[in-house]
């Protein structure tokens, strides 16, 4: 898939409000400070004119962000979660809204979630993966600054975490959006969906055979 153009669309604040558009919409989750915002604009190629915020203090996003992509479907920037010392409240409005938007009928029809590759998956990433497959919404994993790993590192945590996000390793795609690592794969993975959606035939749930396959 070529970027072609890219136009941010809209926000929403309230889970039940009015959507942007009826584009089919692919999700971006992940824990704050993931490197969800510098794969977005590294997959949109808004390396100069960012689109997502890249943020060096995490934890401030409270809105699901649309960004419409080719005019063919939606990029949504999900707010992190797990940021370690947010009150109790901030969590609750988190749950709320990113709950509400995801189990929408008219919501996500694939969610990409963010792991750090050097981090062990904590327990709001397998709530997140456990999520999204009770809503059979299908979902792939970015293993995300990559580029941080060290060969035998890299090959280890390849081994180690697809199996930590009960996964089947297809599913997991390494990525760093200082090398551009993945970009492809991930564009590809995501041409993939939307072109079954196109079909009309939904994503197959289950174990995927291709690279970037959908859990
Ligand atoms: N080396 C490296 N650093 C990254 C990568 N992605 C993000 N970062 C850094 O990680 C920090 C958080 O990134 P950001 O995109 O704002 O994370 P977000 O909170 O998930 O949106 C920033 O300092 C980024 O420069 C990556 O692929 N490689
Ligand atoms: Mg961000």
Redesign the pocket.
Known sequence: MKIQSVEYAGTIVDPGAALPGSLPQIAFA??????????INTLLLRTRKKM?????R?GKTRAVNFFQVNDRFFLVDLP?YGFAKVPDQMRDDWARLVEGYLSRPDGPRAVVQ?VDARRDPTESDLQMLRYLASLKVPALVAL?????LSRSERSTRLRTLPEALGLAPEQVIP????TGEGREVLLASMDDLLSDLDGGTPPSPGVGTTKGGWA
């Open positions: 992940g824990r704050s400070n993931v490197g969800k915002s510098s794969l997502a915020h890249v943020s060096a995490p992190g963010l995300t600054k990559i580029d941080k990525f760093s959006s200082k």
